[in-house]
């Protein structure tokens, strides 16, 4: 009997130290034990949740939605700890995305949906246990009861979802949504420094090209522009973050309906145009009924004997693919400042795109625009194009087909 009353206290005693244990730990930890919030660290983000931050990132960072996480994070060092992204970002992650060149994502093994919490996504995410979920806005509100389940196990936060034309203020700086962005993750990152950095050098960026602005009457029409995947040439932009930049004559004037518009061919001839900016993801749209018929205007129109009516067209970088890229925006900008202007020269236009991607990326962003030159250069030659980014090109034809080739 006495041996059972003193197994039965020591139980008794074991489980009081447990217990203990557990309560002491409670507020370190998350179920799997991970290290949770120790530091009393917390950020506001984008939707007004007071987030606690993870003391640490050594269990991964997971981002959801391609319209902003992993192109913010890209500009961080904590890149490095991403465990899982979007599917996209892996199966279909060069293209216009410049983040993709500056690190490999598309060697992770890990995705889920595109833009997509499913209550499966949220259930393995929830057992991979990560130090942090980063999810736009928008999936936040589509996913809102999984975001919540887990944010009770991870940090989760939400930040705004990129916005395709609101790219700079009023007043020539970052817009405030970006500003914020930044800011938030920096400080979720434990990289605050590095935000106010990428911010005052992109607004640096902002400022040298308006100081690059001149005066031209061409009118430049966005041709083949990349949204909600790659587009004919009779499809373009009402709004150009890069002609915007530069206060560029968009050739356009009518209105703007869900950002893109696409034209019949008869309103594409009455355009008045001087220079034609092709987006060079629409190489695959190059022998497509639509692309042809606008090419054979031009071609016709550039054989004719009278030079003043010619139309010169030139290759510009991606601007969007999935969702805006900031940094190849500043790039194109770049290009037409070159262009209307030629307030730069060949070689300062290298120069400054590398520039660019160096302060959206640090070292890892020296060889982002020679690697997306060289992809699109193989790209389009899939296509049976040539589409070299930043060239001249003029069209082809053979047997009735129209093509593009390097000038």
Excluded at 268 to 284: A, G, H, L, R, Y
Excluded at 368 to 376: G, I, Q
Aim: hydrophobic fraction near 40%; charge should be negative.
């Amino acid at each position: 009997m006495n041996n059972k009353i003193i197994a039965t206290a020591v139980l008794i005693v074991v489980a009081v130290i447990l217990a203990g244990l557990y309560i002491a730990t409670e507020h370190e930890s998350n179920d799997d034990g991970i290290l949770y919030n120790t530091s009393g660290q917390t950020v506001v983000d984008a939707v007004g949740r007071t987030v606690p931050l993870p003391d640490t990132l050594d269990h991964g960072i997971v981002t959801i939605g391609s319209a902003g996480p992993l192109r913010f994070i890209s500009c961080f060092d904590a890149c490095k700890k991403v465990i899982e992204v979007d599917e996209g970002d892996i199966k279909d992650s060069k293209n216009g995305r410049a983040y993709s060149y500056s690190y490999p994502f598309d060697e992770l093994t890990r995705y889920h949906a595109d833009n997509a919490l499913e209550s499966r996504t949220a259930e393995s995410i929830g057992n991979l246990g990560p130090s942090l979920i980063v999810v736009q806005e928008s999936v936040w509100n589509d996913y809102n009861n999984n975001c919540n389940i887990l944010a009770k196990r991870c940090a989760l936060i939400v930040i705004k979802t990129q916005d395709a034309f609101n790219f700079s203020d009023e007043n020539g700086g970052l817009s405030a949504d970006i500003k914020n962005t930044f800011n938030i993750l920096g400080k979720a990152l434990g990289e605050e420094e590095r935000a106010a950095e990428v911010i005052i050098g992109i607004e640096s960026i902002i400022s040298d090209l308006r100081s690059l602005t001149g005066t031209s009457n061409d009118n430049v029409y966005v041709a083949g522009v990349t949204i909600q995947g790659s587009n004919t040439l009779n499809t373009t932009f009402p709004i150009y973050v890069p002609l915007d930049l530069v206060k560029g004559n968009n050739a356009y004037k009518g209105e703007n309906i869900g950002g893109k518009v696409t034209l019949n061919i008869e309103n594409f001839t009455q355009m008045n145009i001087q220079k034609v900016v092709i987006d060079p993801s629409s190489s695959d749209k190059i022998k497509e009924q639509s692309s042809q018929l606008v090419l054979e205007y031009l071609y016709k129109l550039n054989a004719n004997s009278n030079t003043n009516d010619r139309i010169r067209l030139y290759i510009t970088v991606p601007t969007i693919w999935d969702s805006i890229n900031y940094d190849s925006s500043l790039a194109s900008a770049y290009y037409l400042a070159y262009l209307l202007y030629g307030t730069i020269s060949q070689d300062q236009l290298t120069e400054k795109i590398n520039n660019v991607f160096t302060t959206f990326y640090g070292d890892r962003g020296e060889n982002v625009f020679a690697d997306m030159t060289a992809f699109f250069e193989q790209k389009s030659a899939a296509n049976g194009v040539e589409m070299p980014l930043l060239k001249e090109v003029f069209i082809t034809e053979n047997n009735g087909v129209y093509s593009l080739a390097a000038a």
